[in-house]
Each structure stands twice: as C-alpha cells, then as structure tokens.
C-alpha cells in the first residue's frame, strides 16, 4: 500500500465525502453508513494510523476491503513522529476546505476535533466507536466537555488545559445549527438524543450481505477486553474471571482485543489453556464469517451491541458478564461501574450473566 494516495479533485456531491478513521471498527462503520446513506457513490477515506502494530494490520484489511467497494483511501502515518502531526494536517488542508461532508469516527479524538476547526462542511456524521458513541451523545446533548468515559473524572493535565480551546471549538461545530447538519450513525441505544442531531440506526447491514452465514461450532467463545490496559479494571481479578467463564461454559477460543498486551495475553494463554486468536478484521466481520461458536462469552462492551446485530438470523447467542465492582482498579473513573452496567443494561438479544466471583 502506498503510504500516500492523492485525494482526487470533487467531481460530485459524493466526491467531497471525506473520512476520517484511526481504528478497524470506525472503518467498517463508516463503509455501513455508506452503504444504507450513499449507495453507490464513493467516498475518500482518511486513515490517520496509529503506532500500534495489531491495529495497522487490521486497518490495512480493512482498507482492502473500502477499495474493493470503490472507495478511495488516503493512509497518513499521522503519529510517525514529531513533525507528523504538521505533515498530517498540512497535506489534507486543501481536502477539508473542499469537503461538503465530513464522516468521522472518534470526535473524542484530538486530531479529528482539530480538523473539525479547519472544515468548512456542513453536514458532519459521526459513525459507532463503540460504547463511546453513548457517552458523546450525552455530553452533546448536555454541552459538556467532550471526554472519554473512562478518563471522566480525572484532573486535567498540562495538555488537556493547552487543547481545551480546540475541543471546544470541535464541540460547537458538532451542535447542529440552521445552516449545519448533524448525523449519528449508531448501533448503540441512544436515550438522550441532542436536539437538532439525525439519528440512524445502524444494523449491520453491509456486514450481513457482504459476508456470511458462518458455520457454527458446538462450543464456546470468549471475546477479550482492554479494562485492563486501560487502567479500569484489575488484571489478577480479571485472569480469575476468565479461567473461571472458560472452565464454566467450555470456551476454547479468546478472540483478543487489538489492545490487549501480549503479556497478558500470554498468562491467559498458558494459566487458562485457551487458543489466543488475535483477529486480522474486526470482530463482527470474523464472526460473520466464521466458524463460530453457538456461545460467544463477552464483559460488558461494544461487541454486546453490535454482534447479535451482525449475527442476526443466526443460532449463535451472545452471553455477558458483568463486572463486580470488586474488579475496579483505585484508578478507576468514578462513573466506570455505572457506565458498564449501562452497556449490558441497554444490550438487546443478550444473555447475561451474573459477575463471576473471583479471590
């Protein structure tokens, strides 16, 4: 792939969508919004690639499968240094000027709230990154600061304080105006919808036609989490809870988060006896395809949403943990136990499960 595709000049309405995405997950959300909102038409797809190396894989996959559709792709090695973000930022400044539409993925992020200063678009959509999708249409709604669930809470440091004229700015353009509209793109439930805010529901439909129906198998498996990694919850509590859901419900296979540490991954591995499978695409696409489960095991998380979705018309039954307030770290947000019994809470065609009690 080449490090850098030209951005064709605007021939059409259709042509002056421009993308932007930094995970697997945004992508696929954003060729399913494609593929209900604009069918047919191409758009350009911005990845501002991050450093880690599971993510770059998965999001190469999938930028395969965005040109297979008939959508060009702009790869930007976006964190590839000290002088990146300016490189980044310069070379898409003629894109986003000439842009009718912006398609974005993560408006928490710090890169996409910076090109949101720059666009002159007024019709802004912001597709599923997962559980954050709920907790920035709250705060839309709400007019607060826009920040990420498990960072709520904590003090801002020295580069919160230096960006928070940036993302208020990036707030402001995401409220809807007379001359300004605003989409959402969700699989998620939303109970408080922003006023002025389109909301679309998103059910997978690109996943379920491209690929699909996958073979079932008669056992178990587990989808991995990064609670851990991110500093929510504790990683013996969490070994213990695995081991105990594995032996409990016959899992075999951990479909690992692309977050997850090899490290942690490896004391799974070896003290739980599961198969490690770190998946090329995200976890709809390989459930879609197959071989799956009849069970898959998951904590509270996005894939509680979105696979019974993706797996609609299918044997194959989605079964959630919770997690006992036990498992939080002391560096947990105070708002992380309510938020992740709102994500199962809200889950629709699940089966869940009591939290598993661990030493």
């Not at 399913?32 to 190469?60: C, F, I, K, N, Y």
């Not at 003629?94 to 007024?122: E, K, N, W």
């Not at 998103?202 to 079932?216: L, M, V």
Request: aromatic letters at 6%; charged letters at 25%.
């Amino acid at each position: 792939m080449s490090p850098r595709a030209a951005v064709p000049g605007p021939r059409s309405a259709e042509q002056r969508t421009l993308a932007f995405v930094e995970s697997p997950v945004q992508l696929l959300n954003v060729l399913e919004w494609a593929h209900t909102q604009t069918p047919g038409a191409g758009l350009t797809l911005v990845v501002l690639s991050p450093l880690d190396p599971m993510t770059r894989g998965q999001l190469r996959r999938m930028a395969e499968l965005a040109r297979e559709e008939g959508h060009e792709v702009r790869w930007e090695e976006a964190r590839g240094g000290s002088a990146a973000p300016f490189q980044t930022v310069g070379g898409l400044m003629g894109a986003l000027r000439r842009a009718d539409r912006i398609v974005m993925g993560d408006p928490f992020s710090r890169y996409v709230q910076l090109l949101l200063t720059i666009t002159r678009a007024r019709d802004l959509v912001v597709v599923d990154d997962g559980t954050a999708t709920m907790e920035f249409v709250t705060q839309l709604a709400r007019g607060e600061r826009l920040v990420r669930w498990h960072r709520k809470g904590h003090r801002q440091g020295p580069r919160d304080l230096l960006f928070a004229p940036v993302s208020s700015a990036a707030r402001r353009r995401l409220t809807p105006m007379a001359d300004r509209r605003v989409e959402i793109f969700s699989s998620m439930p939303i109970e408080e919808s922003p006023r002025g805010v389109t909301v679309t529901p998103h059910d997978f439909s690109w996943t379920r036609a491209r690929f699909g129906p996958p073979r079932i198998t008669k056992g178990a498996d587990m989808v991995g989490t990064s609670l851990v990694e991110t500093g929510v919850v504790d990683g013996e509590r969490y070994l213990d809870a695995v081991r105990t859901l594995a032996g409990t419900h016959g899992a075999t296979r951990y479909f690992a988060h692309r977050r997850e540490s090899a490290d942690k991954l490896h004391r799974l591995a070896v003290e739980t006896g599961l198969e490690i499978v770190r998946p090329e695409l995200p976890l709809e696409l390989v459930a879609r395809r197959g071989p799956v489960g009849r069970t898959i095991l998951s904590f509270p998380s996005t894939v509680v949403h979105t696979l019974p979705l993706a797996l609609a018309g299918t044997e194959v039954k989605v079964a959630v943990c919770d997690i006992d307030p036990a498992w939080l770290t002391r560096h947990a947000s105070p708002r992380a136990q309510g938020f992740l019994s709102g994500v199962t809470g809200t889950a629709r065609d699940i089966h869940r499960l009591q939290a598993v009690r661990t030493a």
